[in-house]
């Protein structure tokens, strides 16, 4: 098992990357309702509600990576080459919470009440992304390849630790299939916002 120390480190690594998912999405998702002043008075491209949510985040997860490697540092952990694959990680993992506003967005917008289902989905996703447990520690190894292969949040966690605390490199082919998986939604759901626009303005409204 690991000792308390190195499970902090782990937890923290992948809680640090959960959590600007989490609260980021869930923001987002509420940020159409919460501007029915704004939508109401002037006619904009829905897609700028959550957009400046999202990027509001990303200057905070900016800190919180800084004080993630300061952490790491000071655990005796020492930096290597691989730590550069933070910068694509971290530009998958916010392509994926992009994606993933936009479309909690819509869907709340459109029914109200999803938007307390989201908290729920968060709250699975807690328990099924390897935030409390090393993924690659499955006792079953296709199980473990299952999980990292259906639950792209799961592997981006897992990517960071294997980045930043055991020196490894992640599968640059599943990192870039998400990527892009994650451009094709936000390029389809920007397209259905500003081709409905006037529809997502009525919902909000009503």
């Known amino acids: 098992g690991k000792r308390s120390g190195?499970?902090?480190l782990f937890l923290a690594t992948g809680k640090f990357a959960f959590i600007?998912?989490?609260?980021?999405?869930?923001?987002?998702?509420?940020?159409?309702?919460?501007?029915q002043g704004l939508i109401g008075k002037i006619n904009i491209p829905k897609s700028l509600f959550p957009m400046s949510a999202i990027q509001e985040s990303v200057y905070r997860q900016s800190t919180v990576?800084?004080?993630?490697?300061?952490?790491?540092?000071?655990?005796?952990?020492?930096?290597?080459?691989?730590?550069?694959?933070?910068?694509p990680i971290a530009a998958v993992n916010y392509l994926l919470i992009v994606a993933c506003g936009l479309i909690?967005?819509?869907?709340?917008?459109?029914?109200?009440?999803?938007?307390?289902?989201?908290?729920l989905g968060m709250t699975f996703l807690l328990f099924t992304s390897g935030i409390f447990f090393d993924?690659?520690?499955?006792?079953?190894?296709?199980k473990a390849e299952l999980l990292l292969a259906i639950n792209p949040l799961a592997f981006l966690i897992d990517a960071h630790r294997q980045a930043l605390m055991y020196g490894s490199s992640p599968d640059a082919v599943h990192l870039a299939a998400i990527g892009l998986g994650s451009l094709v939604l936000i390029a389809t759901v920007i397209g259905y916002m500003r081709r409905y626009s006037q529809y997502l303005a009525l919902k909000v409204l009503t």
């Open 20 to 35: 600007w998912f989490s609260k980021t999405v869930l923001q987002a998702s509420g940020s159409l309702v919460a501007s």
């Open 135 to 142: 993924v690659r520690e499955i006792g079953n190894p296709e």
């Open 104 to 119: 909690g967005s819509c869907l709340v917008a459109i029914v109200r009440d999803f938007q307390k289902f989201i908290p």
């Open 65 to 87: 990576y800084l004080l993630l490697l300061a952490i790491l540092l000071a655990s005796g952990i020492k930096p290597g080459l691989t730590w550069l694959w933070l910068l």
């Open 6 to 8: 190195d499970f902090i």
